[in-house]
């Protein structure tokens, strides 16, 4: 759930700075349930990927995959888009939510659990949806499918859930200005 709150001024003179955060709150309602008077929506925060990578202490490598069908990768702590990919925003947010999210680094603990592959996928593709949505930009409707077929009729664990809004609220704070 996207919550709106005020940072006070630190100095006179200054004005009041609104930010969004995201919580995990089960059972909640939509908009669309509710009536009442049209509310304005905040307008989009300044982000700025370069800053997220860094402050992430995520570096981007040069793409060097050869299935045309992969659009970006991460190991470890690196990342890499494909240069003909489409909505390369969404990708970004994709891999750096699997590097987030622990998953480039459960191939090195030969003893313990791993998070199957295809709760993998749908923890940093929501993680995706939810940067897209917040940000105005293109690509969720390619998320929701995606997250779809994944999840293959099956739900998010609460657990995962509590996971995605709290790595979605990460990168967007990540590239934020000041």
Same mark, same amino acid.
């Given at each position: 759930?996207?919550?709106?709150?005020?940072?006070?001024?630190?100095?006179?003179?200054?004005?009041?700075?609104?930010?969004?955060?995201?919580?995990?709150?089960?059972?909640?309602?939509?908009?669309?349930?509710?009536?009442?008077?049209?509310?304005?929506?905040?307008?989009? +925060?300044?982000?700025?990927?370069?800053?997220?990578?860094?402050?992430? $202490?995520?570096?981007? /490598?040069?793409?060097? *995959? &050869?299935?045309?069908?992969?659009?970006?990768?991460?190991?470890?702590?690196?990342?890499?888009?494909? +240069?003909?990919?489409?909505?390369?925003?969404?990708?970004?947010?994709? $891999?750096?939510?699997? /590097?987030?999210?622990? *998953? &480039?680094?459960?191939?090195?603990?030969?003893?313990?659990?791993?998070?199957?592959?295809?709760?993998?996928?749908?923890?940093?593709?929501?993680?995706?949806?939810?940067?897209? $949505?917040?940000?105005?930009?293109?690509?969720?409707?390619?998320?929701?499918?995606?997250?779809?077929?994944?999840?293959?009729?099956?739900?998010?664990?609460?657990?995962?859930?509590?996971?995605?809004?709290?790595?979605?609220?990460?990168?967007?704070?990540?590239?934020?200005?000041?």
């Amino acid at each position: 759930m996207p919550l709106t709150c005020k940072r006070k001024a630190e100095g006179e003179g200054e004005d009041d700075e609104c930010f969004v955060r995201f919580v995990y709150k089960p059972h909640w309602f939509v908009l669309a349930q509710t009536d009442g008077e049209q509310i304005e929506m905040p307008t989009t +925060p300044e982000w700025n990927r370069e800053r997220a990578l860094e402050a992430l $202490e995520i570096k981007e /490598v040069a793409f060097d *995959h &050869t299935d045309g069908n992969v659009l970006g990768f991460a190991k470890g702590k690196e990342i890499a888009i494909s +240069p003909v990919n489409l909505l390369p925003h969404k990708t970004t947010f994709h $891999e750096v939510a699997h /590097v987030l999210l622990g *998953h &480039t680094s459960e191939g090195s603990f030969a003893d313990g659990e791993q998070t199957p592959k295809s709760l993998r996928e749908v923890e940093a593709e929501a993680v995706a949806l939810i940067c897209c $949505e917040s940000l105005g930009l293109p690509g969720a409707e390619y998320c929701r499918g995606y997250i779809q077929n994944w999840l293959a009729g099956d739900v998010i664990p609460e657990r995962s859930a509590q996971k995605i809004f709290h790595v979605a609220d990460k990168i967007l704070r990540a590239g934020q200005a000041g």
